[in-house]
């Protein structure tokens, strides 16, 4: 740092403006020269770049429907670059915390990404506020402080987690890869307590999320195979039993 | 499974953008073995934030689309570039989106309609829309608290720059205040909100 202040003294102020893209292309060049020699200097533009694209979060806006077809378009004949060779020796290499390597978290990404995928469906895709609530809800759950996850792998790929929290009542079910269910058969879930299960409603065919509102005092979700019209009592052992 | 691995993970404590910000890293790693099906999931998932951005600052809706097109072309092409060590991928596009439409007005300045005197009023504005469009509550909440902890000049030197793509000298010229003073106060506004939503990398 001292060095740095020694040789540049103006490219050390110019970090705000820099990350904030206020600066004009001889500056950007300059800064940029000094980040790759200054690792340190990197690491707070990198925090601050990350404190700037916060700025951006209540602006959402969808693009019109053609952008994606011209983009996949482009994309399909655009060929991608290879990765830059490692960094400078004096740089320490960046490695992933090893509480994050874990194939349980990978999992729960997996998951993640279906859900919030299902969900930006439900929240933009279709118009605004259609379903508000149930996507409400969701978030809720997901940003509970006390949001519990299980997770259990069924048939050859599938998996099903689910994501509860007591403070909200409320959980999501996210279905993964499941074998579709015979024609005239749906898979529903159950809330389980004291023996006792009461339906979570019967997943339609190719769904790959649920909310279970009014969760109470339920213990456990269940999964089973049903008729198509859904069950009033599961008429099969559980296919899927997780602990809330 | 037993324990509560979600709340040892420390994932109990992430927001609902952190959350997001987990599969999005994830749908860009994918994106960089070349799969097309994972960039497309990544599409879906974040074009709103980077549309909404590029919108925001270029204002005009096609010009804003070129260049949300042209900042996922680049994404696409460049993903195996993405480091992680330097924040999560959404802020890695979010970033990449806000340099685009900054270019982008730079370069079109003269002929655009963007061209209009800055009063202080219109600035206020700017910020109150910050801060009241509806969205989700968490993460709005922390940007609007955080925001008030800064002082006028911090704040409305930050959202000239984010927003409106000035330059830190022409933002220095709308508040009427040094050069020097500007480029300090966008520096350690900055720093401060940083601290405030609890950034790190």
Redesign the interface.
Known sequence: MMRWRRERPDVHTLVGAYVLDSVDDAERTAVERHLKACPGCAGEVAELQTTASNLSFPALAQPGPQLRARLLAEVRETRQLPPIPQPQADVEPWRLPARFRQPRLIALAAALVIFVVMLSFVGFNQHRGDRPNRDNVASAVLAARDATTRNTSYAESGSVTVISSRTRNAGVVVLSKLPEPPVNLRYQLWLMHNGKARSAGVVPRGATMRLLTKVDDSTQVAMTLEPAAGSSQPTMNPLVQLDL | ?AS????E?????M???E??A??V???LRQT?H?D?EA???L???T???V???V??VIRNPAH??EV??EV??EA??????Y??????A??WL??M???RS?DRVRSTQASTDRERTVASGSMERDYD???E?T??S???QS?RDCLRLLSTLQRES??L???Q????RE?AELLRAAV?T??????????K??DC?G???
């Open positions: 499974m509560n691995w979600w709340s993970l420390g994932l109990a404590d927001t609902a953008a959350q997001t987990t599969g890293d994830y749908l960089a070349g097309d960039f497309t999931q599409y879906d998932l074009v709103p934030r549309h909404g951005l919108l925001r804003a689309e949300t097109q996922f072309v696409w092409r460049t993903a195996s570039r480091d992680s060590g330097k924040g999560s959404l802020s979010l970033t989106a806000h340099r900054v829309v910050v801060v469009e969205s989700r968490m993460e709005k940007l930050i959202t720059a984010y927003y793509g000035y330059t830190y933002v020097p500007v480029k300090t106060r966008m520096r350690d506004g900055l720093t909100l940083r939503m950034v790190s990398r």
